[in-house]
C-alpha cells in the first residue's frame, strides 16, 4: 500500500517542527528519512504512526486519512518501530512478538494456531527461533531490537514504519537487518542516521533539515557533497562503491563543512 504525506506541518511545546512536508512511499517502496539531529524525523514517522496529531496536513494510507482509520484497523495496515523502546517488559520474547498479533483478535481470546504460526516465522526472520522463551528484559539492546523488528513482522501489515532501526546493532546484525528490509518488499519509511545504509537499502530519500523537506530523490541525487556540507556540515567525497556499485560517502572526519 502507498503512503502519502501531504503538506504536512507539526508544531510541539509552541514551536513548528515540521512545516509543510509533502513526500510518496510507493507501493512496496523503501523510502528513507535523513537529516540532523533535531531535523524532524522521528516527528514525521510518529505522525505517521498516529502518536502525533497534525497541526496542519495529512497522511494517507492509499486514499484513506490514517487518522479516520479505527485503532485495529491503522495496526493491521501499519507497524511501527519506534525509538522509544520499554526495557522493563516482564514478557518473554515469544508474547512481546505475540503482541503484534492483537490487531486481529477479538478481546480476550488467545492465540490461534495463525498467531502461533506468525510468531514463529517472525522470530525466525530475525534470527531469534531459539530465544522465544527468554525474558526481553534480559536481552541486550541489539537483541531487544530484533525482538520488536519481529513482533512489526508479525503484525503483517502493509506498511513498516521504522524508527533507527539499526540503532545498537552490530555491523553483522545491520547488514542482516537490511537484508530482510530488502527481501520482504512491503511499503517501508524507515528513519537512518548511516548515510552509507540508507544509500543501500532505501530506493529513494527525503532529507529533512529544521523540519523542511529539502531533497527527496534516488540516493544518488540527493547524496551529493553539496548537500552533506549544507545539510550535515560535513565535507565528505562520494563515490562508488567497490563492491556493490551503490553511492559511497567517505566522510573527512578530521575537518567540516568550511
Ligand atoms: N514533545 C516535544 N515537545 C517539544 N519539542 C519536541 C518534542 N519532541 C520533539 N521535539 C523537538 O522537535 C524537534 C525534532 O525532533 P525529532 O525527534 O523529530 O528529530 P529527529 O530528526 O528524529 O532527531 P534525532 O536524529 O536526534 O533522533 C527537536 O528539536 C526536538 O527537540
Same mark, same amino acid.
Given at each position: 500500500?502507498?503512503?502519502?504525506?501531504?503538506?504536512?506541518?507539526?508544531?510541539?511545546?509552541?514551536?513548528?517542527?515540521?512545516?509543510?512536508?509533502?513526500?510518496?512511499?510507493?507501493?512496496?517502496?523503501?523510502?528513507?528519512? @535523513?537529516?540532523?539531529?533535531?531535523?524532524?524525523?522521528?516527528?514525521?514517522?510518529?505522525?505517521?504512526?498516529?502518536?502525533?496529531?497534525?497541526?496542519?496536513?495529512?497522511?494517507?494510507?492509499?486514499?484513506?486519512?490514517?487518522?479516520?482509520?479505527?485503532?485495529?484497523?491503522?495496526?493491521?495496515?501499519?507497524?511501527?518501530?519506534?525509538?522509544?523502546?520499554?526495557?522493563?517488559?516482564?514478557?518473554?520474547?515469544?508474547?512481546?512478538?505475540?503482541?503484534?498479533?492483537?490487531?486481529?483478535?477479538?478481546?480476550?481470546?488467545?492465540?490461534?494456531?495463525?498467531?502461533?504460526?506468525?510468531?514463529?516465522?517472525?522470530?525466525?526472520?530475525?534470527?531469534?527461533?531459539?530465544?522465544?522463551?527468554?525474558?526481553?528484559?534480559?536481552?541486550?539492546?541489539?537483541?531487544?531490537?530484533?525482538?520488536?523488528?519481529?513482533?512489526?513482522?508479525? %503484525? %503483517?501489515?502493509? @506498511?513498516? @514504519?521504522?524508527?533507527?532501526?539499526?540503532?545498537?546493532?552490530?555491523?553483522?546484525? %545491520?547488514?542482516?537487518?537490511?537484508?530482510?528490509?530488502?527481501? %520482504?518488499?512491503?511499503?517501508?519509511?524507515?528513519?537512518?542516521?548511516?548515510?552509507?545504509?540508507?544509500?543501500?537499502?532505501?530506493?529513494?530519500?527525503?532529507?529533512?533539515?529544521?523540519?523542511?523537506?529539502?531533497?527527496?530523490?534516488?540516493?544518488?541525487?540527493?547524496?551529493?557533497?553539496?548537500?552533506?556540507?549544507?545539510?550535515?556540515?560535513?565535507?565528505?567525497?562520494?563515490?562508488?562503491?567497490?563492491?556493490?556499485?551503490?553511492?559511497?560517502?567517505?566522510?573527512?572526519?578530521?575537518?567540516?563543512?568550511?
Amino acid at each position: 500500500m502507498r503512503i502519502a504525506i501531504e503538506e504536512l506541518s507539526v508544531a510541539l511545546g509552541g514551536r513548528d517542527v515540521l512545516s509543510d512536508v509533502g513526500l510518496i512511499a510507493a507501493e512496496g517502496e523503501i523510502a528513507g528519512l @535523513v537529516g540532523p539531529n533535531g531535523s524532524g524525523k522521528s516527528t514525521l514517522l510518529r505522525t505517521v504512526y498516529r502518536h502525533l496529531r497534525p497541526n496542519a496536513g495529512r497522511v494517507l494510507l492509499a486514499s484513506r486519512d490514517v487518522r479516520s482509520l479505527a485503532p485495529a484497523e491503522a495496526a493491521r495496515h501499519i507497524a511501527a518501530l519506534p525509538q522509544e523502546r520499554g526495557s522493563d517488559f516482564e514478557f518473554t520474547v515469544r508474547e512481546v512478538v505475540a503482541m503484534g498479533r492483537t490487531p486481529y483478535k477479538r478481546a480476550f481470546a488467545g492465540d490461534d494456531e495463525w498467531d502461533r504460526a506468525a510468531v514463529a516465522e517472525a522470530l525466525e526472520r530475525v534470527g531469534l527461533g531459539a530465544h522465544a522463551d527468554r525474558r526481553f528484559a534480559q536481552l541486550s539492546g541489539g537483541e531487544r531490537q530484533r525482538v520488536l523488528l519481529a513482533r512489526a513482522f508479525a %503484525q %503483517q501489515p502493509d @506498511v513498516l @514504519v521504522l524508527d533507527e532501526p539499526t540503532n545498537h546493532l552490530d555491523v553483522q546484525h %545491520q547488514v542482516e537487518l537490511l537484508a530482510l528490509l530488502r527481501e %520482504q518488499r512491503r511499503t517501508t519509511l524507515i528513519s537512518l542516521h548511516d548515510l552509507n545504509a540508507a544509500a543501500s537499502l532505501c530506493d529513494r530519500l527525503h532529507v529533512l533539515h529544521e523540519g523542511v523537506l529539502v531533497a527527496s530523490g534516488t540516493p544518488r541525487e540527493v547524496l551529493t557533497p553539496e548537500l552533506l556540507a549544507k545539510v550535515f556540515g560535513v565535507r565528505a567525497a562520494v563515490v562508488e562503491h567497490p563492491l556493490t556499485g551503490d553511492p559511497l560517502i567517505a566522510f573527512d572526519h578530521r575537518q567540516a563543512a568550511p
